[in-house]
Nanobody, 126 residues
Framework: QVQLVYSGGGLVQTGGSFRLSCAASRRTFSAYAMGWFRRAPGKEREFVAAIEWTGASTYYADSVKGRFTISRDYAKNTVCLQMNSLKPEETAVYYC???????????????????WGQGTQVTVSS
């Protein structure tokens, strides 16, 4: 079993920034991707961003393009999400995920992943 452990999250004002990190306890697949989803209050969980583990490719939801950046540290088995210019409607629980699906453009429609973290709350005050 892989554990995904977070750091980051909390309260920030509109226009502010946060950096979320997620460390996987071990590598389980020879080829995989990691990414982030979020669930806002009263809404379905939605895709945010994903990165293929070599770092060769990234994919973002249209709503975060140009403001969020996903990156990975292969040595630390960690994926990070830098979030800038945050909006109140982006208040949500953010989930880290790992999956064998390396065609990361398909993550936008994925409902389940091989592994999920428990989530970290990000609150953007207006």
């Amino acid at each position: 079993q892989v554990q995904l452990v977070y750091s980051g999250g909390g309260l920030v004002q509109t226009g502010g920034s946060f950096r979320l990190s997620c460390a996987a306890s071990r590598r389980t697949f020879s080829a995989y991707a990691m990414g982030w989803f979020r669930r806002a209050p009263g809404k379905e969980r939605e895709f945010v961003a994903a990165i293929e583990w070599t770092g060769a490719s990234t994919y973002y939801a249209d709503s975060v393009k140009g403001r969020f950046t996903i990156s990975r540290d292969y040595a630390k088995n960690t994926v990070c999400l830098q979030m800038n210019s945050l909006k109140p409607e982006e208040t949500a629980v953010y989930y880290c995920a790992e999956d064998r699906q390396i065609l990361i453009r398909l993550w936008v429609s994925m409902v389940e992943c091989d592994y999920w973290g428990q989530g970290t709350q990000v609150t953007v005050s207006s």
